[in-house]
């Protein structure tokens, strides 16, 4: 079973947390929503609300295979402000553990330095903010151990993705035929 981390706070984009995690426990992942400031519920960017699964500071961080930042202008902000996930990024990187990231989730990958030199895509016009103009204009993008994705529209493709790379193709396939994708 593959254990992946997705650390939350308000202000997340729901789509992106939910469709995810929803896709990835159909591949008999195991997915923590981690979050940043408690087991509170989370106010995500469209007033959603979503229950943390436990809180980021209790978990074994690198006991997980991937870690996935969700966008969402407030979350975003949320993950490039809080040490404890820039350091995961970065740690993760090392080690070659797969991350992941969405929409403006990116930003929080360029502030822990990890995005030089790598392909990758984001929400169109979030590269502005990291002063990189070659943003691919892909629904997904992958460039090693990372894997970004442009938006909440494409939350299913990006999760298929990550389990047609890190778990098996097959299980993917058999995913997106139940969910009729």
């Not at 923590?32 to 087991?39: D, E, R, S, Y």
């Not at 797969?98 to 990890?114: D, E, R, T, Y």
């Amino acid at each position: 079973m593959f254990h992946a981390l997705i650390p939350i706070a308000d202000g997340c984009e729901e789509m992106e947390v939910v469709i995810v995690a929803d896709t990835l426990r159909r591949a008999g992942w195991n997915v923590v929503l981690a979050g940043l400031h408690g087991t509170t519920p989370v106010t995500a960017s469209r007033k959603v609300k979503i229950i943390p699964d436990a809180r980021w500071e209790e978990l074994d961080l690198l006991s997980f295979d991937i870690l996935i930042l969700p966008g969402g202008a407030g979350g975003t902000q949320a993950l490039c402000a809080h040490d404890g996930v820039q350091e995961t990024v970065r740690i993760f990187d090392i080690e070659e553990k797969w991350i992941g990231a969405l929409c403006a989730g990116p930003l929080a990958l360029h502030k822990a330095g990890i995005l030089k030199g790598r392909a990758f895509t984001c929400f169109p016009g979030v590269e502005k903010e990291m002063r990189r103009p070659d943003r691919a204009d892909e629904p997904v993008v992958i460039d090693r151990n990372l894997v970004t994705s442009q938006g909440p529209g494409t939350a299913f493709t990006f999760a298929l993705k990550l389990i047609e790379l890190i778990d098996n193709p097959a299980v993917a396939e058999k995913v997106r035929n139940g969910l009729i994708y």
